[in-house]
């Protein structure tokens, strides 16, 4: 059964800016700790930012710091990652996951979305 959707991936320029969305049909987002994640072709898996279950705490990695930021949308059951001055290494499918644990464990993420595509391109 799904339990994330990730939306929102496209074609951007370099400089532009896209905003991702997640949705829990299996999952009320609000009681889990939600990160987002990336993965470019023949690369690993890379943590990008997280926002703790009261939507209080956020953190990114160095890469995105003052470009991204992650949101809660509790009226919507969704968690947002608002992603601007984007840059042709941001390229990659984008996931969005969830978590049982506090804000600050990157690698016990129990949840996973099937992932949208970012590409940033001129």
């Known amino acids: 059964q799904v339990q994330l959707i990730e939306s929102g991936g496209g074609l951007v320029q370099p400089g532009g800016s896209l905003r991702l969305a997640c949705t829990g049909p299996?999952?009320?987002?609000?009681?889990?700790?939600m990160g987002w994640f990336r993965q470019a072709p023949g690369k690993d898996r890379e943590y990008v930012a997280s926002?703790?279950?009261?939507?209080?705490?956020?953190d990114y990695a160095v890469s995105v710091k003052g470009r991204f930021t992650i949101s809660r949308d509790n009226a919507n059951n969704a968690v947002t990652l608002q992603m601007n001055s984007l840059k042709p290494e941001d390229t990659a499918v984008y996931f969005c996951?969830?978590?049982?644990?506090?804000?600050?464990?990157?690698?016990?993420?129990?949840?996973w979305g099937q992932g949208t595509q970012v590409t940033v391109s001129s």
């Open positions: 996951a969830a978590s049982r644990k506090p804000i600050g464990y990157r690698n016990d993420y129990e949840y």
């Open positions: 299996g999952l009320t987002l609000r009681s889990y700790t």
């Open positions: 926002i703790s279950k009261d939507g209080c705490v956020r």
